[in-house]
């Protein structure tokens, strides 16, 4: 029964999870017209670093700083490049390709954990790269002409930054055991003192200021980084990380149906079967692997 009760609360814990995190790419996608991309991060990570140390401070966890350089490489890759990039995407690209393409994630993750860390991939990844290669050729359509496609490779190395910062992630968990609340409020603290000079150096549109705006930086540091994070960080304590890795394609699945109703960003048929099959290779790549049997 008590079995029974936590596999419902993780499974509520994701689905809340992907909610908040598959919209809040249709809030920053609508939130392009009225901040900088640069400001719209640093913002948004001052808003979750309060928000999240209040948490760690009310839960007595210590803040201490983890290994400095590792977690400053974790930061410049994972917290500021992929955010970053992803709302620089997002100026020109839509909300649902702009996902999709910086939830490749899980193949970069592979290649780049093979590279820094010497783990070969399998035929299970080279079958999931099949699947991902050919739905982003669809996706992105070269023949067509080179247009509209920096928007899409800035999508892509966003997920290239995550991968990065996620294997060096994994490296500072095996060798550190980091607590991860205390990690994250520290990939905030950092996140957002590397992007608030870059705000200041890099020409932005100016600041649109009004309910919309407050109520999206709200959502976007509050909800999306803050509880987002919190949620994440408890489906990860229930649940097995294949399950929480299959979860997370809920979220460009999600942004992609959101953007389709709410933004009217229509996919043309090559494009659906472009997502069908990106999103096929993320599965493949999120199955558990089967355990050898003893002779």
């Known amino acids: 029964m008590e079995q029974s009760e936590s596999s419902r609360n993780a499974l509520l814990l994701m689905g809340l999870t992907i909610v908040l995190w598959g919209v809040s790419w249709i809030v920053m996608k609508s939130m392009t017209k009225l901040i900088g991309p640069i400001d719209l991060v ?41 955010q970053v990039l992803a709302q620089f995407a997002l100026m020109s690209g839509g909300a649902g390709q702009v996902v999709l393409l910086a939830y490749t994630m899980p193949f970069w993750v592979v290649f780049f ?35 509209g496609m920096a928007s899409s490779l800035l999508a ?68 999306a980084s803050g509880v987002g994070w919190l949620l994440w960080l408890s489906v990860i304590q229930r649940v097995s990380a294949t399950v929480a890795g ?3 394609l809920g979220v460009p699945v999600l942004a992609i149906l959101l953007a389709w109703a709410i933004l009217g960003e229509v996919p043309d048929t090559l494009t659906k079967l472009g997502v069908v099959l990106v999103i096929t290779g993320l599965v493949v790549i999120n199955l558990p692997r089967r355990k050898k049997r003893s002779a």
């Open 42 to 82: 640093a913002t948004r990570y001052v808003i979750a670093f309060f928000f999240l140390f209040a948490v760690q401070y009310w839960r007595r966890i210590p803040f201490s700083m983890p290994p400095f350089w590792l977690c400053f490489g974790i930061a410049v890759m994972q917290t500021v490049g992929f």
């Open 113 to 147: 954990s093979w590279r820094i860390m010497g783990n070969k991939p399998d035929a299970k990844y080279l079958i999931a790269l099949g699947f991902g290669l050919v739905g982003l050729l669809m996706v992105l359509k070269p023949w067509q002409g080179m247009g």
């Open 246 to 248: 299959m979860s997370s």
């Open 156 to 223: 892509l190395l966003a997920g290239a930054c995550w991968g990065i910062g996620a294997v060096w992630s994994k490296v500072m968990f095996e060798k550190h055991q980091p607590n991860i609340i205390n990690l994250t409020v520290w990939q905030l603290l950092m996140g957002a003192l590397i992007t608030i000079p870059m705000g200041l150096l890099v020409p932005q549109q100016p600041w649109v200021v009004g309910p919309e705006l407050v109520i999206g930086l709200l959502y976007m540091g509050a909800l």
